[in-house]
């Protein structure tokens, strides 16, 4: 059963474009993460989030989660070619405590 | 620091061998887990350490073994490859041993099993 669905999990765009990501889940969890992937390498952390309706910016990239602590989401503003990799949204589940992650989403970015 | 090592990079098996995937990590962390990635999947965790001596598992543990004898290493041992086994697994650490604390990954061992 997969706890938390991305969306979309692929997007293909052109540079200079906006994009969102969503990370939903029927649970309520106590954190959710942000990871970016490039290919041959592990994830690397971009962002936690704690508190319900919380809102941080990392230069274009903002990210949101949801007031009830069940969603998120990842804004790119004027996407750039460096943007491209696979996103991963991972979060701790209140009644488990243990990080689980997204399914991901690959994001292109064409110059 | 080296941060998260993992050897080898690329394997090839066979239906029914058995293999250790080596994960080291040099920043004292006490937590340690090991994932699968799978496309469309994510990352799936198979079993997790909190310190050495202590193991448990994850959410796909079957046709894996890890043990913990120290802080720096975690191994994860493959008892009789399958098929389905075919994925690329990674090894992550974090600090404080809580699970919404920064994963460390290392760069992931891609396995093929004929």
């Known amino acids: 059963t997969q706890l938390l669905e991305q969306s979309p999990q692929f997007l293909s765009i052109q540079e200079g474009e906006n994009l969102t990501v969503y990370c939903n889940s029927s649970s309520v969890f106590s954190s959710l993460q942000w990871y970016r992937q490039e290919p041959g390498e592990g994830p690397v952390l971009l962002v936690t989030v704690v508190t319900g309706g919380e809102v941080k910016k990392l230069k274009r990239l903002t990210f949101q989660f949801g007031d009830a602590r069940k969603d998120s989401s990842l804004h790119i503003t004027a996407a750039q070619p460096g943007d491209t990799g696979l996103y991963l949204c991972a979060g701790v589940p209140r009644n488990t405590g243990k990080l689980i992650f997204g399914q991901g989403t690959t994001l292109q970015v064409k110059p | 620091n080296a941060g998260v090592t993992q050897t080898p990079k690329f394997q090839v098996l066979k239906t029914g061998q058995s293999m250790t995937l080596q994960c080291a990590q040099d920043m004292n962390h006490e937590y340690m887990s090991w994932y699968r990635q799978d496309p469309g999947m994510g990352l799936r965790l198979i079993h997790y350490?909190?310190?050495?001596?202590?193991?448990d598992q994850g959410e796909v543990p079957n046709g894996y073994n890890v043990s913990r004898s120290t802080t720096e290493d975690f191994p994860l041992r493959l008892l009789s490859a399958a098929p389905s086994q075919t994925s690329v697994y990674f090894c992550?650490?974090?600090?404080?041993?809580?699970?919404?604390?920064?994963?460390?990954f290392g760069p992931g061992t891609r396995l093929t099993v004929l």
């Open positions: 350490s909190v310190g050495a001596g202590i193991t």
């Open positions: 992550a650490s974090n600090r404080a041993g809580r699970s919404r604390d920064e994963q460390f």
